[in-house]
């Protein structure tokens, strides 16, 4: 009986100070947004709808990210949500505290547009929780990364996209950047976002990925993962753009210029998604 | 060890109802911003104050009761006598967010006491 208390006491106190890491993790993955003014107007002006698919998505990678990476080493599915839903709740909490202690956030701002400004920063900062609570918390033994498959590390590249990709996503810079390049460098941005994701995916090493798959070339290895990365990076690139509304009133080719500049960041984050989320 | 923490439990609850209230805001929202609906603003304005410089400073507040929000929101203040215009002012607000409201001041050289119209003439969808 006492033993039992005791041993509860002691999951409790261990499950506090992982709760403090993700507190720590969430506020340094959200400073950056939190920071940002567009993110500040996006908050109330977005589409409902498209924060709604935004947040059901953001959940799905956060409860992605605690299955594969998580600190607590998530036994199945369930624990993995549950594991999303606190890494989401301390999101909102943080990045909450943030805005109003920043003056953001006042009693003259309306509480639905003030639900809306604190949950589009949730999804980041929540990543921050679950990152930071592997990050802090070094443990021994393999993270259940290391042994995932393919379809896994696909995920994780997305993951990694979407959080360097939605850093800068919201910033005017990215459709200004777009308006003065000029075609060739745009192509050439594209090859080098392309080349350092195939640099990065070999000498930092993916998912125990150090050397290539067994059995397979150099063509297949890059069109595995440095192609496949940098489509998903693009993919992310265009949603993160639909989801601020910035694509609305673009033309196609306006549209595609920023997907390609997006992706130049999306590219990295998905090619260091292993260090980052 | 398969229990669970109580903590973790309390967390998990925690988190659940946060989630799931924020997905219900956002979600409610859905409707009620069906249509592209137009921001819907009023303005408030407080009795003129003398500013000790001569002048008389109105301040106001717009509020935005539609689930739009308004962006450059330009404020005008027209200090009339019968058909006579005598002064006009203008504040440019930065945005008034659905549902919130946002305030500003005007100036006018003479006391507008009774002779001023406020009225919002514009603003830029964000």
């Given at each position: 009986?006492?033993?039992?208390?005791?041993?509860?006491?002691g999951?409790?106190?261990?499950?506090?100070v992982?709760?403090?890491?993700?507190?720590?993790g969430?506020?340094?993955?959200?400073?950056?947004?939190?920071?940002?003014?567009?993110?500040?107007?996006?908050?109330?002006?977005?589409?409902?709808?498209?924060?709604?698919?935004?947040?059901?998505?953001?959940?799905?990678?956060?409860?992605?990210?605690?299955?594969?990476?998580?600190?607590e080493?998530?036994?199945?599915?369930?624990?993995a949500?549950?594991?999303?839903?606190?890494?989401?709740?301390?999101?909102?909490v943080?990045?909450?505290?943030?805005?109003?202690?920043?003056?953001i956030?006042?009693?003259?701002?309306?509480?639905?547009?003030?639900?809306?400004m604190?949950?589009?920063?949730?999804?980041?900062a929540?990543?921050?929780?679950?990152?930071?609570?592997?990050?802090?918390g070094?443990?021994?033994?393999?993270?259940?990364?290391?042994?995932?498959?393919?379809?896994?590390?696909?995920?994780?590249?997305?993951?990694?996209?979407?959080?360097?990709?939605?850093?800068?996503?919201?910033?005017?810079e990215?459709?200004?950047?777009?308006l003065?390049?000029?075609?060739?460098?745009?192509?050439?941005?594209?090859?080098?976002?392309?080349?350092?994701?195939?640099?990065?995916?070999?000498?930092?090493g993916?998912?125990?990925?150090?050397?290539?798959?067994?059995?397979?070339?150099?063509?297949?290895?890059?069109?595995?993962?440095s192609?496949?990365?940098?489509?998903?990076?693009?993919?992310?690139?265009?949603?993160?753009?639909?989801?601020?509304?910035?694509?609305?009133?673009?033309?196609?080719?306006?549209?595609?210029?920023?997907?390609?500049?997006?992706?130049?960041?999306?590219?990295?984050?998905?090619?260091?998604a292993?260090l980052?989320? | 060890?398969?229990?669970?923490?109580?903590?973790?439990?309390?967390?998990?609850?925690?988190g659940a109802?946060?989630?799931?209230?924020?997905?219900?805001?956002?979600?409610?929202?859905?409707?009620?911003?069906?249509?592209?609906?137009?921001?819907?603003?009023?303005?408030?304005?407080?009795?003129?104050?003398?500013?000790?410089?001569?002048?008389?400073?109105?301040?106001?507040?717009?509020?935005?009761?539609?689930?739009?929000t308004a962006?450059?929101?330009?404020?005008?203040?027209?200090?009339?006598?019968?058909?006579?215009?005598?002064?006009?002012?203008?504040?440019?607000?930065?945005?008034?967010?659905?549902?919130?409201?946002?305030r500003?001041g005007?100036?006018f050289?003479?006391?507008?006491?009774?002779?001023?119209?406020?009225?919002?003439?514009?603003?830029?969808?964000?």
């Open positions: 009986m006492t033993e039992q208390s005791a041993a509860d006491r999951g409790n106190r261990a499950y506090a992982s709760l403090a890491r993700g507190m720590a969430a506020l340094i993955f959200a400073f950056p947004l939190v920071m940002t003014m567009e993110m500040w107007s996006i908050g109330f002006s977005v589409t409902p709808g498209r924060l709604l698919l935004f947040l059901v998505l953001g959940l799905g990678v956060l409860a992605g990210l605690a299955y594969y990476s998580g600190f080493p998530a036994a199945d599915w369930l624990d949500l549950l594991d999303a839903l606190g890494a989401f709740a301390i999101g909102l943080g990045s909450g505290l943030l805005l109003w202690l920043f003056g956030v006042t009693p003259e701002l309306g509480w639905r547009a003030a639900v809306g604190v949950a589009l920063q949730a999804v980041p929540g990543m921050g929780a679950v990152a930071a609570r592997r990050q802090f070094a443990r021994d033994g393999e993270a259940r990364e290391d042994r995932a498959g393919y379809p896994a590390q696909l995920f994780l590249m997305v993951a990694g996209a979407l959080f360097l990709a939605f850093n800068v996503a919201p910033t005017e990215v459709l200004l950047i777009a003065r390049m000029q075609p060739w460098p745009l192509v050439g941005l594209m090859g080098l976002s392309l080349l350092l994701l195939h640099l990065l995916v070999y000498t930092i993916f998912a125990g990925q150090e050397q290539r798959p067994e059995g397979a070339g150099a063509w297949r290895t890059f069109c595995a993962y192609l496949a990365g940098y489509g998903l990076a693009l993919a992310v690139s265009f949603y993160a753009l639909w989801t601020f509304g910035r694509a609305d009133l673009a033309s196609l080719p306006m549209m595609a210029m920023a997907t390609v500049v997006l992706g130049f960041p999306a590219a990295l984050g998905a090619a260091i292993r980052v989320v | 060890m398969s229990r669970k923490p109580l903590l973790e439990w309390l967390m998990a609850g925690f109802t946060l989630t799931l209230g924020t997905l219900a805001v956002v979600a409610s929202d859905i409707s009620v911003s069906q249509g592209d609906p137009p921001p819907r603003l009023a303005i408030a304005a407080e009795a003129p104050q003398p500013d000790g410089q001569g002048s008389f400073l109105v301040r106001f507040t717009v509020t935005n009761a539609a689930p739009a962006a450059q929101v330009t404020v005008e203040g027209v200090l009339s006598e019968g058909e006579r215009v005598l002064e006009t002012s203008r504040a440019v607000l930065d945005y008034v967010p659905r549902g919130s409201s946002a500003g005007l100036w050289r003479q006391d507008p006491a009774g002779r001023l119209t406020l009225r919002a003439t514009g603003y830029a969808e964000p």
